[in-house]
């Protein structure tokens, strides 16, 4: 072998074992926040309704973790605050649903409409790719207390990121909760509950 074929080798084998050798966190920790990278698209015949969202109830299991990554033997929990998980769903419902052209009101008393939502699982899995899914039942009242609908929704999303990516974990679980928006908008049951 030449010198300069040893030198390409050594190279490589350094550049190898820097890239297998990189450090594993113990942990990922994250701050939550609604970033989507798709649109919820507003459904067609909305009524000229006001909505109001109760305060979001968190049913999960372990409500500080939210995922993790298992792309090594070790694997490494991805956690949060859990009240940040909590205000990351309220801002997306808010928002989506007033982007859709809903009145979404501060207060119940002049509400068409009063929703509650309470979510039942909100993770992501990082492995060669980023899976999210959420998961939230949702029911829907009338003034008068009346239950119009109540029934779960899904959402999924799979992207590509670099490992242990803050960014990638927060974008991943925006576009599951758009799908989880976009679930509801195409359900007959739950736009039957508008009018």
């Keep these: 072998m030449c010198k300069i074929e040893r ?3 050594f190279g490589l084998i350094i550049c190898l074992l820097l890239v297998s050798c990189r450090a594993v966190p113990e942990m990922v920790r994250i701050k939550m926040d609604y970033t989507p990278t798709n649109m919820v698209p507003p459904p067609r015949g909305l009524p000229d309704i006001s909505i109001f969202f109760n305060p979001l109830e968190d049913k999960r299991k372990t409500p500080d973790q939210i995922g993790e990554n298992s792309e090594k033997p070790k694997i490494v929990p991805v956690k949060t605050d859990p009240g940040e998980v909590v205000s990351f769903m309220e801002k997306a419902f808010k928002r989506e649903f007033g982007r859709a052209g809903l009145n979404v009101l501060d207060g119940k008393e002049k509400a068409n409409r009063i929703f509650q939502i309470s979510l039942q699982n909100l993770w992501v899995e990082e492995r060669n790719t980023y899976q999210a899914s959420v998961v939230a039942n949702v029911k829907v009242q009338d003034q008068s207390g009346k239950i119009l609908v109540s029934q779960g929704f899904r959402g999924l999303s799979t992207r590509w990121g670099t490992s242990y990516n803050e960014n990638e974990y927060r974008k991943a679980l925006s576009d599951a909760v758009v799908d989880l928006l976009k ?13």
Excluded at 184 to 195: G, I, P, V
């Design 183 to 195: 679930n509801m908008f195409n359900d007959s049951a739950f736009m039957n509950s508008l009018k």
């Design 7 to 9: 030198r390409v080798v």
